[in-house]
Protein backbone atom coordinates (compact mmCIF):
# COMPACT_ATOMS: atom_id res chain seq x y z
CA UNK A 1 0.00 0.00 0.00
CA UNK A 2 1.60 3.75 -0.83
CA UNK A 3 1.20 6.43 1.46
CA UNK A 4 -2.00 7.74 -0.08
CA UNK A 5 -5.47 6.83 1.04
CA UNK A 6 -8.68 6.99 -0.71
CA UNK A 7 -11.21 8.97 1.07
CA UNK A 8 -15.41 9.42 0.87
CA UNK A 9 -17.04 12.52 1.97
CA UNK A 10 -20.31 11.60 2.67
CA UNK A 11 -23.14 14.49 3.29
CA UNK A 12 -26.10 13.66 5.72
CA UNK A 13 -28.65 16.38 4.68
CA UNK A 14 -31.20 18.01 6.86
CA UNK A 15 -33.79 15.52 5.79
CA UNK A 16 -31.56 12.46 6.56
CA UNK A 17 -30.78 11.70 3.16
CA UNK A 18 -26.77 10.73 2.38
CA UNK A 19 -25.23 12.17 -0.40
CA UNK A 20 -21.75 11.93 -1.92
CA UNK A 21 -19.20 15.05 -2.03
CA UNK A 22 -16.32 13.28 -3.33
CA UNK A 23 -13.52 10.66 -3.22
CA UNK A 24 -10.13 11.52 -3.58
CA UNK A 25 -6.67 10.58 -2.31
CA UNK A 26 -5.29 11.94 0.89
CA UNK A 27 -2.07 12.09 2.28
CA UNK A 28 -1.22 9.75 5.64
CA UNK A 29 -0.43 13.23 6.80
CA UNK A 30 -4.06 14.82 5.65
CA UNK A 31 -5.63 11.56 7.48
CA UNK A 32 -3.45 11.89 10.59
CA UNK A 33 -4.92 15.32 10.92
CA UNK A 34 -8.23 13.81 11.14
CA UNK A 35 -7.32 13.30 15.02
CA UNK A 36 -7.26 16.82 15.55
CA UNK A 37 -9.97 18.16 13.55
CA UNK A 38 -13.93 18.56 13.89
CA UNK A 39 -14.35 20.46 10.70
CA UNK A 40 -13.20 20.34 7.31
CA UNK A 41 -13.21 22.69 4.32
CA UNK A 42 -14.54 20.93 0.89
CA UNK A 43 -15.00 23.43 -2.26
CA UNK A 44 -15.40 26.68 0.09
CA UNK A 45 -18.15 24.41 2.13
CA UNK A 46 -17.23 23.68 5.86
CA UNK A 47 -18.67 20.81 7.10
CA UNK A 48 -18.46 19.42 11.21
CA UNK A 49 -17.53 15.89 10.72
CA UNK A 50 -19.70 13.44 12.31
CA UNK A 51 -18.20 9.81 11.98
CA UNK A 52 -15.63 7.69 10.38
CA UNK A 53 -15.48 4.39 8.86
CA UNK A 54 -12.56 2.81 7.34
CA UNK A 55 -13.89 0.28 5.10
CA UNK A 56 -11.55 -2.28 5.20
CA UNK A 57 -12.72 -4.54 1.94
CA UNK A 58 -12.27 -1.31 -0.44
CA UNK A 59 -9.48 -0.40 1.57
CA UNK A 60 -11.08 3.51 1.92
CA UNK A 61 -11.81 5.54 4.59
CA UNK A 62 -15.46 7.31 4.59
CA UNK A 63 -16.37 10.23 6.35
CA UNK A 64 -19.95 11.43 7.49
CA UNK A 65 -20.41 15.03 7.25
CA UNK A 66 -22.86 17.95 8.22
CA UNK A 67 -22.70 21.02 6.48
CA UNK A 68 -22.44 24.51 8.73
CA UNK A 69 -24.74 26.96 7.47
CA UNK A 70 -22.66 30.19 7.60
CA UNK A 71 -25.61 32.73 7.73
Same mark, same amino acid.
Given at each position: MGNDMSVILIEKTPNGELRH???RSW?? *?MVAALEHVNYLVVKGQEYETIE??? *?VDEG???LLLVRIRNE
Open positions: IEESM *NGRL *NKLE
